[in-house]
């Protein structure tokens, strides 16, 4: 049978054999199977690489096309890898960092601790990180840089929403205005750090002891007290030896400024035990130094030049080891204080004028207001024995006035006033004179709650009442 034959002819349906096909002889293909109406997928080829990175991974452009393209669990997957492995490392590293401080090596674990604060991702350790290095920084004396720690800090509390974050980071933020000199300020804060959660632990016991160094600054003795009562009942509740040194320092200075020299004493010598005890191996050194300095402030107001001099010389040589800037014009201003009390005003001011160089260094407005005020007595001294003239002790004083008002000593303000009355009678300006007494007298000095009679006067015993208020111990 040839092709051309009529069984083939109705066999291929009536094509001629020179139109045969190949598909002809197939099936029709399923549409549901193969879509034959879409187009094929073409990628358009590009010279360019990509370079730009994103997290981490090179983006993938139109060179390798989206067949090329790494699954989003897999990159997913190696950024969370990674993000744990540096989160791991940075808590490896916070540790080590507290180990090195604890073994006083503070600068390398603060190089530690700058290391690991680029690789945490937790917002709480992120938080405690901080707070390490706002420690750090407040015991090396950089009290701006210090200031800067406790304000990132009081941001993450802000986003936690968490309350003891905030109490913690408003009292970080008032231990720095405190020493920067800004008083309000740092009292505003802490009563921010107070209106907050605290837990009831150490943290509310720093919260009354700042409030109390505060007020003792702004001349208010019962609210110090009373500040002071709080921290010490607190730390003696949770068993806590930094806090307690703390407060027996503060209750020293309390004493010495109102002149119960027996007292301060007291106080101080038991700082100065808690800070060479058996149990003193918790106890960062920065508070053994300060234990050490206020000793050496109440040996001297009591006349013991000779030991409040070796323990201000103990403070100088811990200071210089420890890098403490801060501690050091404190004591150098101490130093000069028991030369004063010696009449040796030349080394006295030479000490006083190396403290306020420090103090206007650092920031630290208070221990530059101390020294100035130091150096104003030794010229008053000698303007009194009639070796200088009335024109320096009038331009210091006038200089120490306008710092001693914008910190908001009170009582350092009366001292100034009353000195410079002094020297306005010596140069027969009489109105100028009474202005100042008169200006003096505004501020009330601290009087006992029992007889009404002025504290402070003279050197006397003194007594505390359960209620915070300051009588005579007659």
């Not at 009354?208 to 505060?214: E, I, K, M, Q, W």
């Not at 008053?380 to 004083?397: D, M, S, V, Y």
């Not at 306005?424 to 007298?441: I, M, P, S």
């Amino acid at each position: 049978m040839s092709w051309d034959s009529i069984e083939s002819r109705d066999f291929l349906g009536g094509v001629p054999a020179h139109q045969l096909s190949a598909t002809r002889l197939l099936s029709s293909p399923d549409p549901s199977r193969h879509h034959l109406d879409d187009p094929p997928d073409v990628f358009p080829f590009s010279e360019e690489y990509p370079t730009e990175v994103r997290n981490g991974a090179i983006r993938w452009g139109s060179r390798f096309g989206p067949a090329h393209r790494p699954s989003a669990g897999v990159l997913e997957c190696f950024r969370i890898c990674r993000s744990r492995l540096d989160q791991y490392l940075a808590r490896r590293k916070i540790e080590r960092g507290v180990r090195l401080y604890g073994q006083n090596e503070q600068r390398l674990a603060v190089k530690v601790w700058l290391s690991a604060l680029r690789g945490v991702r937790h917002r709480s350790d992120k938080f405690a990180l901080l707070g390490h290095l706002y420690q750090a920084y407040m015991d090396f004396g950089k009290y701006r840089e210090s200031l800067e720690f406790a304000n990132r800090q009081l941001g993450i509390s802000e986003e936690l929403d968490s309350a003891p974050m905030r109490a913690e980071a408003y009292l970080n933020l008032a231990r720095a205005h405190q020493t920067l000199g800004g008083l309000d300020r740092a009292l505003s804060y802490a009563r921010h750090a107070l209106y907050n959660d605290c837990g009831g632990g150490s943290t509310a016991g720093c919260v009354h002891l700042t409030v109390a160094a505060v007020s003792l600054e702004l001349g208010a003795f019962s609210k110090a007290m009373d500040g002071f009562q709080k921290a010490l009942a607190v730390a003696q509740a949770q068993n806590d030896n930094t806090l307690l040194l703390q407060v027996y320092v503060g209750l020293s200075e309390l004493w010495r400024r109102l002149r119960d020299t027996e007292r301060a004493v007291a106080c101080a010598a038991r700082a100065c035990d808690l800070g060479r005890g058996p149990r003193s191996t918790d106890l960062n050194t920065r508070h053994h130094r300060t234990a050490l300095l206020q000793m050496a402030a109440a040996l001297r107001a009591r006349g013991e030049l000779g030991d409040a001099h070796d323990y201000c010389n103990e403070a100088l040589r811990l200071a210089a080891v420890a890098g403490d800037q801060g501690c050091y014009a404190r004591a150098m201003r101490i130093a000069g204080d028991v030369y004063r009390r010696k009449c040796d005003y030349g080394k006295a001011l030479r000490h006083y004028e190396v403290a306020m160089g420090a103090g206007q260094s650092l920031g630290d407005r208070l221990a530059q207001m101390e020294a100035m005020d130091g150096a104003a007595r030794c010229l008053e001294a000698l303007r009194l024995q009639g070796r200088i003239c009335n024109c320096r002790p009038l331009e210091f004083n006038t200089r120490l006035l306008e710092v001693a008002t914008s910190v908001g000593s009170k009582m350092l303000v009366r001292r100034v006033r009353l000195r410079l009355a002094d020297i306005y009678t010596a140069l027969g300006d009489n109105n100028a004179a009474a202005r100042q007494r008169r200006a003096a007298g505004a501020w009330a000095a601290p009087a006992c709650a029992r007889c009404r009679e002025p504290l402070a006067e003279r050197a006397e015993p003194l007594a505390s009442l359960p209620c915070a208020h300051i009588v005579h111990h007659a």
